[in-house]
């Protein structure tokens, strides 16, 4: 199994919202990322988790609040988000903090009313 | 700080080549990607190579490497309509992170 999976595919949520994205990988990668990519703009680092630790978070706003339960497992709780959050939200793995090859999920497309 | 630059847009007609070029500045990259995406679509490696090398082909695609000029192109070959996505270049410097360019929109014209 070389897939990376992301449920939902699309969410529309209110600013007063409490909803999660989650992600999923069975190549016993051990380092996991969000990235948020905004319309015809590259993908842009948020979080990432090795070996179920937060190695890194480049300054994301608390309302968005990441958790690795397991190596397989992502999640992206989202609250009191603003509309200009909405963005395509990408999931991606690597092997472990040895390479930079990224395999990516589909992403969560959402949208902020 | 780290960057990657690509032109924004290249058109070509079906059945040409199509070469999209790549700049960036770090002098460390260890490897350098080429990922595409498609419309609603999350990214998808196409290729990669590794910085002590100067070319690697793998069926239509060739990526060259001018590591003094800190260069990077790919060379699509026989390009078809299904080729038309946005392409990244990505660097690669080691830890976490790597530098995506902001894209090439690549048309391919039946």
């Known amino acids: 199994d070389t897939e990376v999976t992301q449920t939902p595919k699309h969410l529309v949520m209110g600013m007063t919202n409490k909803k999660s994205l989650k992600c999923e990988q069975h190549?016993?990668?051990?380092?996991m990322y969000w990235y948020k990519q905004k319309a015809k703009k590259p993908p842009e680092l948020m979080f990432v988790y090795s070996y179920e630790k937060l190695s890194i978070n480049e300054s994301v706003p608390s309302r968005f609040s990441p958790e690795c339960p397991n190596s397989s497992l992502l999640n992206l709780h989202l609250h009191a988000l603003q509309p200009e959050d909405s963005a395509l939200y990408l999931c991606?793995?690597?092997?472990?903090?040895?390479?930079?090859?990224?395999?990516f999920g589909p992403g969560t497309r959402l949208t902020v009313l | 700080g780290e960057d990657v630059e690509q032109s924004l847009f290249l058109s070509v007609r079906e059945g040409d080549s199509s070469v999209i070029n790549c700049t960036y500045t770090?002098?460390?990259?260890?490897?350098l990607y080429w990922y595409k995406q498609e419309p609603g679509a999350g990214l998808q490696l196409l290729t990669y190579i590794f910085s002590n090398m100067d070319m690697k082909q793998d069926q239509r695609l060739t990526v060259l490497l001018n590591k003094k000029d800190k260069h990077l192109s790919l060379r699509i070959a026989d390009t078809q309509t299904g080729d038309s996505a946005i392409y990244f270049c990505?660097?690669?410097?080691?830890?976490?992170?790597?530098?995506f360019g902001a894209g090439t929109r690549l048309f391919v014209k039946a």
């Open positions: 991606a793995s690597s092997q472990d903090r040895t390479g930079g090859e990224q395999f």
């Open positions: 770090d002098s460390s990259s260890t490897y």
């Open positions: 990505a660097d690669y410097t080691g830890g976490f992170k790597t530098i």
């Open positions: 190549m016993g990668h051990r380092a």
